[in-house]
Nanobody
Framework: VQLQASGGGLVQAGGSLRLSCAASGRSFSTYSLGWFRQAPGKEREFVAAVVAAVGWSGGITYYADSVKGRFTISRDNAKNTVFLQMNALKPEDTAVYYC?????????????????WGQGTQVTVSS
């Protein structure tokens, strides 16, 4: 699986951006997908994840407390793409955002559980 993230940019505080991550390869729908971010001088941290669906279950989403209510993760399995809609952006959201894929159903907040990573896209929020 190869991942290509896009959609980053410069935005003012309070604005919105939508990140996309397109995947190549097979069995996209069987992977859980996550977004992580890394700010300058800080460790990479979990942002959001959507679990792979199994039968009628799955598709559950998880968020970091810092983005809950402002960010929304979604996936389009037909297009092999995962999205991160970011609203009400704050300067502290400034970071390089990475998408990741892994065969994980629990522990989606732990980056060690992801096997594939995109190259990252820069998000800068000005005050």
């Amino acid at each position: 699986v190869q991942l290509q993230a896009s959609g980053g940019g410069l935005v003012q505080a309070g604005g919105s951006l939508r990140l996309s991550c397109a995947a190549s390869g097979r069995s996209f729908s069987t992977y859980s997908l996550g977004w992580f971010r890394q700010a300058p001088g800080k460790e990479r941290e979990f942002v959001a994840a959507v679990v792979a669906a199994v039968g009628w279950s799955g598709g559950i989403t998880y968020y970091a407390d810092s983005v809950k209510g402002r960010f929304t993760i979604s996936r389009d399995n037909a297009k092999n793409t995962v999205f991160l809609q970011m609203n009400a952006l704050k300067p502290e959201d400034t970071a390089v955002y990475y998408c990741a894929a892994g065969r994980v159903r629990t522990g989606v907040r732990d980056q060690r559980n992801y096997d594939y990573w995109g190259q990252g896209t820069q998000v800068t929020v000005s005050s």
